[in-house]
């Protein structure tokens, strides 16, 4: 496979933000996917919030496993740091680098194949530990590259491209990771970027583990009538539970949302979520309702969207694990290895 660079030269002329870096300085290699792939909007999503969040491209850590989602990562922030995982192993890699330096940011794109099917365990337990992550599956409920099987996401009763009908119940991996003790859910649809880059800067400052579910339509081969991942059903069917903006302590990032009340929810980092309410009963703050709001419009035929809940208190692994505040790949010998005094303390407890 050929892999075509963009040129480093930039336009002078090209605004930076607070770092000095322009939007370029965030884009990666050009795209190998099919053109009007849904999986290159989510691309140009990061890029956008990488850039207006003042995001060091050398502080982010991105990783990634098997499948068409998981070529993504070359396609933006070409100065960070990545590693390419085996089919559904990429939490675990992300874990344990997670554990030796914790003072990057964390980034895992993922498929609902490599991460609904083989990576589900991984998923799981990267979830539930409160890995320090924003967690991207790029859902598009088929199998792309091994030519349109269903996939543990796709919706029981959906067509495929030739008209088989899947009769599976399929995973509903935002309600999953609601269960498992995510402290950063959201729902959106590669079609929207106004709703899918403040929900991307919101996971990248929260701390713990940020989940968020893209429906990405595959133009090859789930884009037709009978699909509900197409662009169509899902244009149709969203319904936004909310419309997000993001503030950094540094400065303000405006939008202009629908009508609504303003609910403000500051993050750990000093960030500041704000929301415009679209529904009146739902609050983004209770997991349990958020699980009881979903399954009522599950139950509809509603794809529900936005940032679907927060726990602006969360901890993260190394709190559980209460280690250090040095990363650990930043230890030296004379810090690991405890003087004989030290042993003696401990042998002295002991007896």
Known sequence: MTYIAKPPLHHPSLEKNALGFTRRDYEGRISTLCAGCGHDSISAAIIQA???IDLAPHRLAKFSG???????PDYFVSPAHGFNAVHGRMPSVLTGANIAAKDLIYLGVSGDGDTASIGLGQFAHAVRRGVNMTYIVENNGVYGLTKGQFSATSDKGSKAKKGAENKD???DLVML???LGATYVGRS?????AQLVPLIKGALSHKGAAILDVISPCVAFNNHVGSTKSFDYVRAHNEAVNRMDVITPRAPITAQYEPGELIEVRQHDGSILRFRKLEDDYDPSRRNAALAYLGRKAQEGEIVTGLLYVDPEASDLH???NTVDTPLNKLTDRDLV???????KINAGLR
């Open 50 to 52: 990488c850039y207006e």
């Open 319 to 321: 709190d559980g694990l």
């Open 169 to 171: 119940s399929a995973i």
């Open 66 to 72: 098997i499948g068409c989602s998981s070529k993504t």
């Open 189 to 193: 649809f590669s079609g929207d970027k």
């Open 338 to 344: 405890p003087p004989v005094s030290a042993l003696e």
């Open 177 to 179: 990771a609601l269960q």
